[in-house]
């Protein structure tokens, strides 16, 4: 199995579970190990007081795309923290995608940049998380 | 109006078209101007490949508690960065709070912290958010 | 030993190989155990290119005060990251106090906010730092 | 006059002015516009109360970096926030250098990413910088 295909093989195993981006209306793809993009479409219900997409979900988003990029390794690893920068709104109807790659990654902590655009190539936020990685297996164990 | 009446009607105001809020089931209280708690109960579909609560909801949390603080001047703000630190994870079940206080306020800028605790009072993640006022009025002008 | 009297022993310990604050020409108080304020004249060698105070040396002011207050218990803490915001510029001859306060402390992780102000109580820089303590003593053994 | 010309013309500039850079003993290269390496010898006086080199003193080596990096432009820029993550402790005696590139650059916001190695090229800590242009011209009119 190589890196790319380990990197899928978590991804599969993980979305299994993931009720909360299924329930957004994500979709993830994983490019290479370490790296993932997840596009998200802009609903009615994602809307805040003022009309426009709420920061919470933009959040969502990134997170997503973090977690599928970290959790490439066979190696079950969380989000520590993320630091998000809100450059523009995004509307209803927008397409976002989130871009995520690796800037670094250490023996249990990594550093991830995540990157949201919209479906006109704006920057609509910047993101970097922190992953910390727990040392346990994500895949079942081979037969 | 007082101060903290007029921060409550800046809230219903917000909250009449905050369907993102509303679709989380996410409940707002506003117990004094620049402050807010924002209660969600962790659902089904709230959870990660994990199995715990996804961190990107963790995030919508606090930042609607962070709004609701935010806006309570009658003047559009927006947030315009957020910094989020994951303690502890959180269950489906899990009943959460994220109280938002103001740190500092200028001209424009402000500065939030939102704790978010769980139903046994004990932290679950811990925010800053930079907001961002518009100079423009959130309620509508008065007859 | 109370809890002042032994944040204040931690700090005495500190102090003697902190040669970077010497430097500085920064003071230090500890009013109670998990706070500590650290004070510094904005000196000629201490501006940037555009003739205020460099960032980097408000950030070494607010770590100085971070430092202080997250080693006030006898194991050995280390900052691990530092956010910090510059609201206003530091002038040369501003005297300059960073006031931090521990805003969460958990067995390793712990959470301060430092705020600069000037010699006007303005506010100049805002920061949040997170620690690990190593579990290590800081004290000398006692006979 | 091209990019990188101007901008080692505005880091010139900058320079002149920058005591706290000079100071410190950093070194500024302009390798192309928008990026920048700063390099720092740690001394003796650069140490804190544990013996390694103190937090705010790379911060300061970071921001270095940073400020030559976006004031590349000819458009005075100010750090507006820098988020630092510490991996590694720097030890007296090591020479470390600060790498900032150009993450994005909006009409008045731009964002870097900064990496600080030591002389074995192991990642000592790792920086995000928010800059705001003030729209002034840096470099004197040309006659």
Known sequence: MDDLERARRCGEQM?????????LGIEVDIP????AVATMLIREDMVN?????????LVALADTAFAFACNAYNDVTLASAVQAEFLRPAQRGDVLS???REE???RKTGYYTIRIVNQDKEL??????????TGEALLPAQK
């Open 124 to 133: 609509v936020s910047l993101f970097r998380g922190r992953s910390a990685a």
């Open 15 to 23: 979305w299994i579970n993931d009720k909360a981006s299924q329930a």
């Open 32 to 35: 290479e190990a370490g790296a």
């Open 49 to 57: 007081g003022f009309g426009v997409c709420h920061g919470g979900l």
């Open 104 to 106: 670094y990654r250490g």
């Open 98 to 100: 989130a871009i995520a």
